[in-house]
């Protein structure tokens, strides 16, 4: 049977970064005083240690780019615009042992958000390069489809420079285009590569990201299952063909946000690009191209229309 292999790191790095007017020196204290949630005593536990170290910049010592960090949503406009030209920033890093994922990167991001509620700032994660929706706090609970994988629809049809015919209107436009690539950023903090999905037709683009989704948070869950053993190996050999089902669909989004879905399991295949990132496609077996695959009628149905979850809080009404 085929397989992938990649490295896992003993330890990963997560880091959020917050805008504002101005960015007090005493973040520690700051923070100290600040609503931080569920995940409050945590944070006391790792303020000043590599798990959690915070950092105030400006712009003139800045070894990253604000106007790198992008909306995800037309609803962030302005909080982008705020972050990319504020002057003071304040860092959040949270370097963990691999280990102790998801609750290094929840507590770094939840310390981000108390900060930028602190200063009226905006807050942005600095690995996928996306501004962040300030919820109230941060949940407990960890899902993959809070803002945690980078995972964004390009603009369709390239902006209006496509010109591939629409399937829907003629059967051969199935294949008319190749104009799609989408990436995960994100993984890397959990131990895993990135995934990437590539050569897709325009119209299949929501399909591809929805196997993108599903692809990660299947690997997620064997990866913490295997973590859990205490493996002392610093990499991993896994299947290539990978059979994805609702219950992947369901968990990226941390809920069933569509009915139960009828089709079986999906299958896909892995490939190796880098050791840092892995390709997803249809199965060897699969006669066609991608956009077949994802134009036929193998995907669960909610893969086809699924932007984003019923259940997650509407966008908050920039300042």
Known sequence: ????????????????????????????????????????????????SPQLELTREDLASLRWDPTQIKAVHADQRRLERGFQQAEQFAVITSSAPVTDQPRGAQVARAAAHALAGATGGVSADLTTGHILTPPTSERAAFVLADQWLGDVLPPFRANGRCTAPDPERDPDGVNGCSCVRLRTRGLRRFGLPELQIANVACPHDLAALNVLR????????????????GPAAQ?????????????DFDDFWGSTPRG??????????????????????????FEGTINDWLWGDTLPLGMYDLVSSPAAPPLPEAA
Do not use: Y
């Open 1 to 48: 049977m085929p397989t992938v292999a990649f490295p896992v790191p003993a330890t990963t790095t997560s880091r959020f970064a917050v805008a504002a007017d101005h960015i007090p020196h005493d973040l520690k204290g700051l923070l100290l005083r600040s609503p931080c949630g569920v995940f409050e005593a945590h944070m006391i536990g790792r303020l000043g």
């Open 214 to 229: 599903t692809t990660a948070r299947h690997l997620l869950t064997a990866h913490w299952s295997w973590l859990s053993t």
């Open 235 to 247: 990499g991993r050999v896994i299947n290539a063909a990978l059979q994805l089902d609702e219950k």
């Open 260 to 285: 139960r879905h009828t089709s079986g399991p999906l299958d896909v295949r892995l490939t190796t690009m880098t050791p840092r990132l892995l390709s997803v496609g249809p199965p060897d077996d």
